[in-house]
Nanobody
Framework: QVRLVESGGGSVQSGDSLRLSCAAS????????IGWFRQAPGKEREFVAA????????DYEDSVKGRFTISRDNAKNTFYLQMNSLKPEDTAVYYC???????????????????RGQGTQVTVSP
């Protein structure tokens, strides 16, 4: 059974950086699509970033462009979200998601992914 576990969250100050990790276990295959999402208190979960191995593209929500970077280490079966210049409005629970379906297109939809993590809290103070 595939399991995704996020880590790396914490409490930081505005302008600081964090790197979130998402470790995949129980899988011998390659995840062609990975995504990061977040949910702030009282708000709906929203898309943050996605990586599509086919065709090798990234996609970012406008408010994080230039600050966040999504990446992966296939050898470790681990995905990352590097977050720089953090702002208080980045405070949320962050979730990773992954899928192996060839031709998967709904990269901005958390529930469309076959595998989803339980989240890690990121808190940014002014």
């Amino acid at each position: 059974q595939v399991r995704l576990v996020e880590s790396g969250g914490g409490s930081v100050q505005s302008g600081d950086s964090l790197r979130l990790s998402c470790a995949a276990s129980g899988s011998a295959g390659t995840f062609y699509y990975i995504g990061w999402f977040r949910q702030a208190p009282g708000k709906e979960r929203e898309f943050v970033a996605a990586f599509s191995q086919r065709p090798g593209t990234t996609d970012y929500e406008d408010s994080v462009k230039g600050r966040f970077t999504i990446s992966r280490d296939n050898a470790k079966n681990t995905f990352y979200l590097q977050m720089n210049s953090l702002k208080p409005e980045d405070t949320a629970v962050y979730y990773c998601a992954a899928d192996r379906t060839v031709g998967f297109v709904n990269v901005r939809s958390f529930n469309a992914y076959d595998y989803r993590g339980q989240g890690t809290q990121v808190t940014v103070s002014p």
